[in-house]
């Protein structure tokens, strides 16, 4: 199943929705429904506060997608490419083509995020205040001031020092610049993650045991977060440093079967994949340029009826820029790629020809033996 669902694009950039934002728009529309707006303004209608609660659950999700959106354009001015925004329960993440540059251009990005989200909670208040001042609406009024105010709460939460927070980030950035080690100061940012969702756990743990709260549940979801998060970029950020020095000539399956694009799907499997080992092919146009990858388990979501008169070149991914390599380049940016089709994580090109792959197995491999070489040394 589809995990995320496109909305649109914004200054070019995909945006997307986890499934999970359907919950937190449910939460804040019933917590504003039930709870904040009825104790600001009782005895209005019940339909009046749940119109109200569901325009300013979307506000909030917009606000979600403003704050992703300033990473975005700030990490596009300091040279880095962004290939998605995507929204989910928790907030939402800017996945960047590569690692910054530069402690400065680390910092920079990191702060754009809670900057934004400080503005909007800003407008949103002031636009609360300008409301009840001018007599309208004071359930509106009321709504605009919450989401000011949640918004000025998400900014503080997200510079607390941990990742994945961006106050995690501005936290590797300042160890970056001090110890001049990216490797290192990811790993304190990391452990500065776990720790702070264990504190959070700890404070959670507290208020469902002592005040016999159940908010204190939401806190421990948050933490445990937090943890399995921090502890995945630590992860993230060993393997980086395993590949550090290595090419993507020496991680590559050299000279894989390639998939004619001219060729039917049921063509393919028969003459190529059914005696191959690879589970993702590249495909090619007549001139041998690279036109696409095909991936097995793709393949078998086909139709049998279908195979004989789809083409290759039909059912093929596209290969973005970001997905083709050299041999020379390096090859740790291509741990921090989402694999397409789920196999590839890049196509290795020579003078416009496919001379090599490089899939996920070659990257767990790679990082298997490279992995013991380090220990042993």
Same mark, same amino acid.
């Given at each position: 199943?589809?995990?995320?669902?496109?909305?649109?694009?914004?200054?070019?950039?995909?945006?997307?929705?986890?499934?999970?934002? +359907?919950?937190?728009? &449910?939460?804040?529309?019933?917590?504003?429904?039930?709870?904040?707006?009825?104790?600001?303004?009782?005895?209005?209608? &019940?339909?009046?506060?749940?119109?109200?609660?569901?325009?300013? +659950?979307?506000?909030?999700?917009?606000? *979600?997608?403003?704050?992703?959106?300033?990473? +975005?354009?700030?990490?596009?001015?300091?040279?880095?490419?962004?290939?998605?925004?995507?929204?989910?329960?928790?907030?939402?993440?800017?996945?960047?083509?590569?690692?910054?540059?530069?402690?400065?251009?680390?910092?920079?990005?990191?702060?754009?995020?809670?900057?934004?989200?400080?503005?909007?909670?800003?407008?949103?208040?002031?636009?609360?205040?300008?409301?009840?001042?001018?007599?309208?609406?004071?359930?509106?009024?009321?709504?605009?001031?919450?989401?000011?105010?949640?918004?000025?709460? *998400?900014?503080?939460?997200?510079?607390?020092?941990?990742?994945?927070?961006?106050?995690?980030?501005?936290?590797?950035?300042?160890?970056?610049?001090?110890?001049?080690?990216?490797?290192?100061?990811?790993?304190?940012?990391?452990?500065?993650?776990?720790?702070?969702?264990?504190v959070i756990i700890s404070l959670g743990t507290a208020e469902l045991l002592v005040m016999r709260s159940l908010g204190g549940l939401w806190l421990m979801l948050i933490g445990w977060f937090l943890i399995s998060a921090a502890a995945a970029e630590e992860k993230a950020a060993a393997a980086k440093a395993t590949l550090a020095g290595v090419r993507v000539a020496d991680v590559m399956t050299p000279h894989p079967d390639?998939?004619?694009?001219?060729?039917?799907?049921?063509?393919?499997?028969?003459?190529?994949?059914?005696?191959?080992?690879?589970?993702?092919?590249?495909?090619?146009?007549?001139?041998?340029?690279?036109?696409?990858?095909?991936?097995?388990?793709?393949?078998?979501?086909?139709?049998?009826?279908?195979?004989?008169?789809?083409?290759?070149?039909?059912?093929?991914?596209?290969?973005?820029?970001?997905?083709?390599?050299?041999?020379?380049?390096?090859?740790?940016?291509?741990?921090?790629?989402?694999?397409?089709?789920?196999?590839?994580?890049?196509?290795?090109?020579?003078?416009?020809?496919?001379?090599?792959?490089?899939? *996920?197995?070659?990257?767990?491999?790679?990082?298997?033996?490279?992995?013991?070489?380090?220990?042993?040394?």
């Amino acid at each position: 199943m589809k995990q995320s669902v496109r909305l649109g694009r914004v200054a070019g950039i995909p945006v997307e929705a986890h499934w999970s934002v +359907a919950v937190i728009l &449910v939460i804040i529309a019933e917590l504003a429904a039930v709870s904040v707006l009825p104790a600001a303004f009782p005895h209005e209608p &019940v339909v009046l506060y749940w119109a109200v609660a569901a325009v300013a +659950a979307v506000l909030f999700l917009a606000s *979600l997608a403003g704050h992703e959106l300033a990473h +975005a354009v700030v990490a596009r001015h300091n040279g880095v490419g962004v290939k998605s925004i995507t929204l989910w329960m928790l907030g939402g993440v800017a996945e960047l083509e590569t690692d910054p540059p530069n402690p400065g251009a680390d910092l920079r990005i990191a702060l754009a995020g809670p900057a934004m989200s400080l503005t909007i909670g800003g407008i949103l208040y002031g636009a609360g205040a300008g409301i009840s001042a001018a007599g309208g609406p004071g359930v509106v009024a009321a709504a605009a001031t919450w989401l000011g105010v949640m918004n000025s709460m *998400l900014a503080v939460f997200n510079l607390l020092p941990g990742a994945p927070l961006d106050g995690g980030r501005v936290l590797r950035a300042v160890l970056w610049r001090r110890y001049g080690d990216r490797e290192r100061a990811e790993r304190g940012a990391a452990r500065g993650g776990q720790v702070l969702g264990a504190v959070i756990i700890s404070l959670g743990t507290a208020e469902l045991l002592v005040m016999r709260s159940l908010g204190g549940l939401w806190l421990m979801l948050i933490g445990w977060f937090l943890i399995s998060a921090a502890a995945a970029e630590e992860k993230a950020a060993a393997a980086k440093a395993t590949l550090a020095g290595v090419r993507v000539a020496d991680v590559m399956t050299p000279h894989p079967d390639l998939a004619p694009g001219w060729s039917t799907v049921e063509e393919f499997i028969e003459r190529v994949a059914a005696g191959s080992r690879q589970d993702a092919f590249p495909v090619v146009g007549f001139d041998g340029a690279l036109t696409g990858v095909v991936v097995a388990s793709r393949l078998a979501r086909i139709a049998a009826g279908d195979r004989a008169r789809l083409r290759l070149d039909q059912v093929s991914l596209t290969v973005p820029s970001g997905y083709r390599a050299a041999p020379d380049d390096p090859a740790s940016p291509l741990l921090s790629r989402r694999p397409l089709g789920g196999e590839v994580a890049a196509v290795v090109l020579s003078d416009g020809q496919v001379t090599g792959m490089v899939t *996920l197995s070659d990257l767990r491999q790679a990082l298997r033996w490279r992995g013991l070489a380090r220990t042993r040394a």
